[in-house]
Nanobody, 122 residues
Framework: QVQLVESGGGLVQAGGSLRLSCAAS????????MGWFRQAPGKEREFVAA????????SYADSVKGRFTISRDNAKNTVYLQMNSLKPEDTAVYYC???????????????WGQGTQVTVSS
């Protein structure tokens, strides 16, 4: 069982940056595809970004392409989401998730963190 703990959320002005981190408890972290999702109040959880086990493949939602970057450090069992040029519509709870392969659909992920709030003020 993989436990995931997100950190790095907070309040930022539009145009600012944040870096989210997700630390995994599992020593076999390098075997998992990792993803970031977000959920705004009253909306469905949506895909943000995903990265394969060796970072050889990445995928981004159209809404964040060119602004967000997903990366991972397998030695530290951690995946990151660098968020630049933030917009008020990026406000949401951000979740990281782990899957047994590279996935973009939330239903294909097996483990989830508790989420971290990101609020972007205009």
């Amino acid at each position: 069982q993989v436990q995931l703990v997100e950190s790095g959320g907070g309040l930022v002005q539009a145009g600012g940056s944040l870096r989210l981190s997700c630390a995994a408890s599992e020593g076999t972290f390098r075997n998992y595809g990792m993803g970031w999702f977000r959920q705004a109040p009253g909306k469905e959880r949506e895909f943000v970004a995903a990265i394969s086990w060796n970072a050889g493949s990445t995928s981004y939602a159209d809404s964040v392409k060119g602004r967000f970057t997903i990366s991972r450090d397998n030695a530290k069992n951690t995946v990151y989401l660098q968020m630049n040029s933030l917009k008020p519509e990026d406000t949401a709870v951000y979740y990281c998730a782990a899957a047994y392969s590279f996935q973009v659909l939330p239903g294909r992920y097996d483990y989830w963190g508790q989420g971290t709030q990101v609020t972007v003020s205009s």
